[in-house]
């Protein structure tokens, strides 16, 4: 069918036999010993050492760039971990020039600030880091970062955050999302808080945007010129469908209508990056323990973000406490003393009886460590 006949099948298939003999090494010849490096040098189980091995022409003896490249990844503070995370499924790495290849792309990481645990993050988690281009990919993308949010240590921040940014040229993804954020009305400051807190949402296919721009219109009712709508594309962004349904399940599982949930994002979005953990217990106290309805929680959902032992069980306790000694005449409603900020909190109720009720003050420290 294909013009062989039998002879030159075989023929062909001989060939191709060769060739791989020649690509790859004979161990009757010269031993591998790649398996047995990535055995001793880094751990790996035999079964993964082979693995790695075969996406790679042999380790001959002799050959000491190996043991160059490990030494330069350690010297950088990368442990065996991180140093099997690169290396399994790119092997060839260890076959890298450490003075052309691997040095450049570490210092440019270097120049904007990031060291130590930081900067073994950011390589150990980018993915492909040292396998992209640093004239072509790598440094545009940094000078563009950079361009962007105006300082390096914001950038070095954004990094940390998420270290797979690297695998992008940013200067062609990032402008195109950007773009489509302004065409739907948040400002260049909301854009740029939202680079900073939540920067995977720039390098998003367009229509994972759409979608969650609509959610965030159709689901929660916030107008795009409300100034709680770039939270609600931040909250949204952060959380699969799944991971939402099951959040909006433990509001209604304590009796929350669809109209409670929405007027609780419509004012802090946020509410819903909460830990499914943490939202049942606060919902626990303050609807079974205190017997609030759901309607004032979904007022006043600050609530909801505060932490139950370090907060809001503290203060409660020092408000009875004045509330049945009467110590302080006047003493403000129950969410007035969730709310105030520490400084407030501090100077209108543990300071002024810090003399008189000493154990009031001694407990809201300890509560506090």
């Known amino acids: 069918m294909f013009g062989l006949g039998k002879n030159g099948g075989k023929r062909h298939f001989i060939s191709m036999y060769c060739i791989k003999l020649e690509l790859f090494c004979s161990s009757t010849t010269t031993p591998n010993l790649m398996p047995e490096f990535l055995v001793n040098s880094l751990g790996f189980s035999t079964e993964k050492a082979m ?25 950088i503070g990368l442990d065996n971990t991180h140093i099997k995370i690169l290396v399994y499924p790119a092997p060839r790495l260890l076959f890298a020039n450490v003075g052309k290849t691997l040095e450049p792309k570490v210092r440019v990481l ?42 390096d240590e914001t950038v070095a921040k954004v990094l940390k955050r998420s270290p797979a940014l690297l695998n992008y040229r940013l200067d062609r993804v990032m ?27 720039f390098v998003q296919k367009l229509e994972w945007l759409e979608d969650i721009v609509q959610r965030v219109e159709k689901d929660f009712c916030i107008c795009r010129d409300s100034r709680m709508f770039y939270y609600g594309v931040q909250m949204l962004s952060s959380l699969s ?79 009875e406490l004045l509330k049945e000694k009467q110590v302080i005449k006047k003493v403000p409603c129950f969410y007035t003393v969730i709310k105030w900020s520490e400084r407030q909190f501090l100077e209108n109720y543990v300071l002024p009886v810090r003399d008189e009720m000493p154990e009031v003050y001694e407990f809201y420290i300890r509560s506090r460590n």
């Not at 790695?52 to 190996?66: E, F, I, M, Q, R």
């Open 241 to 319: 469908k799944s991971s939402l349904e099951m959040k909006l399940g433990i509001f209604r599982s304590f009796g929350w209508s669809d109209s409670d949930i929405i007027t609780m994002v419509q004012r802090l979005p946020l509410c819903l990056t909460t830990s499914e953990v943490k939202l049942r217990n606060v919902l626990k106290f303050f609807m079974e323990d205190l017997g609030y309805e759901s309607s004032y929680v979904a007022r006043r959902p600050t609530l909801i973000m505060f932490s139950l032992e370090k907060r809001v069980l503290p203060r409660i306790k020092i408000w």
């Open 51 to 75: 693995s790695a091995s075969s996406k790679v022409t042999c380790l001959k003896p002799g050959n000491n760039k190996p043991n160059l490249v490990l030494n330069f990844f350690k010297q």
């Open 110 to 151: 270097q120049e904007f600030g990031l060291s130590g645990s930081d900067l073994v993050r950011v390589i150990s988690k980018s993915g492909s880091f040292f396998q992209t281009g640093l004239d072509t990919s790598i440094r545009p993308s940094l000078e563009y970062l950079r361009k962007l949010l105006g300082k």
């Open 175 to 201: 402008a195109r999302n950007i773009l489509f954020f302004l065409n739907h009305g948040c400002s260049s400051l909301d854009i740029e808080k939202l680079i900073i807190r939540n920067p995977t949402i």
